[in-house]
């Protein structure tokens, strides 16, 4: 048995006995690799014994749970392309491994001198949500029973439900919550974000305005319905398409996951409403990716398909931003929730700053360079600004 698999074996051993702590795997082998370390722990999930692996990159961590059979494969890999080193700590022990650039391997154990416990095992930390489960709204979007009790698959929706307010959150946390504040949501859908939104706000103040913008008339009917008997008289809900919609001055404008160039016709109605933050979850990119033709190195990359794709998200979205900043907006572009919950999770939040010509005239630039290197002719942002 080479000594890999005797540090494997320790693992196995330490994770039966469920004396296991802690591992750790660092000292990448690829400096320019964005995974810089994996932190693994022993979690209990529905009473089942899991290794919780926190894959921690330079920009975001992901967290991935593997049973034991799975993790040592995972943790073999991981020390056989990616790392050097790797430290796995026991209550009685810790066991240090080590692989040179030449191959040659070196286990180091070192018997623990204090006693050491294991705790109780649990996923994940109980969080104070924002959006209580006893919430009318909630049982009848169908997240909670009559109980008030959070359904099991609406488990993640809830999540997300709370993710989403606490961005909003930290959106407006230097922004005082005048009366008639009024927030437009684009494509509300069945309403979950948009009850959400308006429950938490009226909280800071009972004249908050928001209304939900949807197309298909039986959510808008029962948003309303649900609304009314949630004595929310802020909050209403009106049928239209974001193309369409007349939209006058609004404090803030939200579009969530509208379909390809929705997502523009969002922000330009942002811009010239004068939003004070305009905030988007763009959805698929098809516009630009059909146009992408780059005539440089560029086109060893646009040639997989898998790889455009991914490369027309980047541009389609990153040109949104510089277009945000030209009109004077101050943008950050951050994931929205976890990708197993929808891969579609980049959130573009531009925040209402000062309009320069320099600022327009160097943005615009920045976007026609970016044209010019990906081989595109238009965004269509651009063709419905004015």
Request: charged share 25%; hydrophobic share 35%.
């Amino acid at each position: 048995m080479n000594k890999l698999e005797s540090f494997l074996q320790t693992i196995i051993a330490a994770a039966e006995n469920t004396t296991l702590l802690k591992i750790t795997i660092g000292n990448k082998k690829d400096k320019s690799s964005v995974l810089k370390n994996v932190f693994i722990k022993p979690v209990l999930i529905k009473e089942k014994y899991l290794l919780s692996f926190v894959y921690r990159n330079l920009t975001n961590d992901i967290t991935k749970n593997f049973d034991l059979p799975d993790c040592i494969s995972q943790i073999k890999n991981l020390l056989k392309e990616s790392f050097y080193n790797a430290d796995v700590y026991t209550t009685a022990k810790t066991v240090y491994y080590t692989v040179t650039e030449e191959g040659k391997e070196k286990i180091v154990t070192k018997t623990s001198k204090a006693k050491v416990t294991v705790g109780v095992l649990t996923h994940d930390k109980q969080k104070n949500r924002l959006i209580p489960t006893n919430s009318f709204y909630l049982k009848e979007l169908g997240l909670t029973n009559a109980e008030g009790n959070l359904k099991k698959e609406m488990q993640h929706k809830y999540k997300q439900i709370n993710r989403y307010v606490e961005i909003i959150e930290g959106i407006l946390k230097d922004t005082k919550i005048e009366n008639n504040f009024s927030i437009v949501d684009m494509g509300s859908g069945k309403g979950y974000l948009t009850f959400a939104l308006y429950d938490y706000l009226q909280t800071k103040n009972k004249e908050i305005k928001v209304t939900g913008i949807e197309l298909r008339e039986d959510l808008v009917l029962k948003c309303n319905k649900i609304a009314e008997e949630s004595l929310y008289t802020g909050l209403h809900f009106t049928k239209g398409s974001i193309q369409q919609i007349d939209l006058p001055f609004v404090d803030m404008l939200i579009a969530l996951h509208a379909c390809d160039t929705a997502t523009d016709d969002a922000i330009a109605k942002g811009i010239k409403a004068n939003a004070t933050f305009i905030i988007c979850a763009p959805c698929c990119h098809k516009q630009i990716r059909k146009q992408m033709a780059p005539t440089n190195a560029l086109q060893y990359i646009t040639k997989h398909g898998i790889l455009m794709e991914r490369q027309a998200e980047m541009v389609t979205d990153t040109i949104r931003a510089l277009m945000l900043e030209a009109h004077g907006y101050k943008t950050k572009v951050f994931d929205f929730i976890q990708e197993e919950d929808t891969p579609k999770n980049v959130l573009i939040v531009g925040t209402k700053s000062n309009f320069s010509q320099k600022i327009f005239d160097e943005n615009i630039l920045k976007i026609k360079e970016l044209k010019t290197l990906f081989g595109i002719k238009e965004h269509y942002l651009e063709t419905i600004i004015e």
